[in-house]
């Protein structure tokens, strides 16, 4: 069964940095599009970032050039690089491998 593990996250104040990671056990990565979403309180979880098996990223508009979305397949991970964050960035975030599998995901909170 495929396993799915995010960290990374935690506490920043507002224009600061994070970078998640998500590390997938007994699938690869290389054969599937990866994706990052969120899920804000009393708020429905949404897409934040995917990157496909040929390596084309998507994005979210109100994230589009402050996060990166990569992935380095020899390590069977996908990271999310998020730069200037803002206090509505605060949510939980879940890893996505391919349609079925999630993370428990990781809480990040933007506050000053």
């Known amino acids: 069964q495929v396993q799915v593990v995010e960290s990374g996250g935690g506490l920043v104040q507002p224009g600061g940095s994070l970078r998640l990671s998500c590390v997938v056990s007994?699938?690869?990565?290389?054969?599937?599009?990866m994706g990052w979403h969120r899920q804000a309180p009393g708020k429905q979880r949404e897409m934040v970032a995917t990157i496909t098996m040929g390596g084309t990223a998507n994005y979210q508009a109100s994230v589009e050039g402050r996060f990166t979305i990569s992935r380095d397949n020899a390590k069977n991970t996908v990271y999310l690089q998020m730069n200037s964050l803002k206090t509505e960035d605060t949510a939980v975030y879940y890893c996505?491998?391919?349609?079925?599998?999630w993370g428990q995901g990781t809480q990040v909170t933007v506050s000053s």
């Open positions: 996505k491998f391919g349609n079925l599998n």
């Open positions: 007994r699938g690869l990565i290389s054969v599937v599009t």
